[in-house]
């Protein structure tokens, strides 16, 4: 039902190079881009993330309760690239780990410009 979604940044470059490198992590790349806009996805037919410079010309923030969940398929997955995120300079959110639901393995954390987004997988119980 997602087609994509879009977070705005006041630094395209800087966001560019975190999420090229933290995108990588799990297959996806530069799908789409232009001066104010640059998408990844693993595959066309997916659902991507994108960032971009608002079109209204104010400055970007972080939506209050707004967030951004990427969906892989093991722990170890989950682990990486929320160790990877916070390499890249990423702030923790909540570390990764096992959650309120049986099954449910997550971790929060917000980018370079203060969204937030969270990497998890369902496991079995």
């Known amino acids: 039902m997602i087609g994509y979604l879009t977070l705005g940044t006041n630094d395209i470059e800087r ?6 490198a933290l995108l990588a992590e799990i297959g996806a790349r530069r799908f789409m881009e232009s001066e104010r806009f640059i998408a990844w996805a693993v595959s066309p037919g997916q659902p991507s993330l ?5 079109f209204d010309g104010q ?4 939506g ?13 997955k989950v682990d990486r690239l929320y160790a990877k995120a916070l390499a890249l300079g990423a702030t923790d959110e909540g570390p990764a780990g096992q959650r309120g639901l049986t099954g449910f393995y997550a971790g929060y954390f917000r ?9 998890f997988c369902w496991t079995q119980s």
Do not use: H, Q, R, W
């Open 111 to 119: 980018d370079l410009d203060g969204n937030k987004l969270n990497v």
């Open 64 to 76: 209050n309760g707004t967030m951004v969940a990427l969906v892989v398929d093991s722990n170890e």
């Open 59 to 62: 400055p970007a923030t972080a």
């Open 50 to 54: 994108g960032i971009i410079k608002p």
């Open 15 to 20: 966001a560019a190079t975190f999420y090229d």
